[in-house]
């Protein structure tokens, strides 16, 4: 059972004859959301293609924007700040920010699904100053101090 979270979404006038962003299964956690545009990105080429939208995302939420998993594999399109975060306060147009890093130029028609939108909750933080900071397995270590990479034994 989902529970569902009424999000404002105002259609502007380049949205005219598209859908709105929707689920593709009852199991899918983003919706995909559509261009509102025609662009064409070159290889490392970058956009924020249109969709039409401006949303009033509820306060203590966000909307997500990430990559849809068959454009990266098939074509290398991405989104080169993933996940991209929709503020409650925003109001403009929802542009998604599109990257080509494959190797042929890709074109993006309009009506084509773009990108995923994810509705999360949102826990702010604050700061508690200390002096020093609890003892942990990992400790100091940094990148790649896990290990993971099984070709290069570590």
């Known amino acids: 059972m989902h529970s569902e979270i009424p999000v404002p979404v105002k259609r502007l006038p380049h ?26 990105l070159p290889p490392g080429g970058r956009h924020a293609v249109a969709t039409g939208l401006a949303l009033a995302v509820p306060d203590g939420f966000e909307v997500q924007v990430r990559p849809r998993s068959g454009l990266a594999l098939k074509h290398g399109i991405s989104l080169p700040n993933t996940p991209g975060t929709i503020d409650s306060d925003y109001r403009g147009e929802l542009k998604i920010i599109l990257i080509n890093l494959g190797d042929q130029p890709f074109a993006i028609r309009r009506g084509d699904r773009v990108a995923q939108l994810v509705l999360a909750p949102v826990v702010r933080a604050t700061w508690l100053k200390v002096d020093e900071l609890d003892e942990t397995q990992r400790g100091e270590g940094g990148f790649g101090s896990t290990g993971g990479v099984v070709a290069l034994g570590s």
């Open 15 to 40: 949205f005219e004859g598209l859908e709105l962003p929707a689920y593709a299964t009852d199991g899918a956690a983003g919706m995909d959301v559509l261009a509102a545009e025609d662009v064409t």
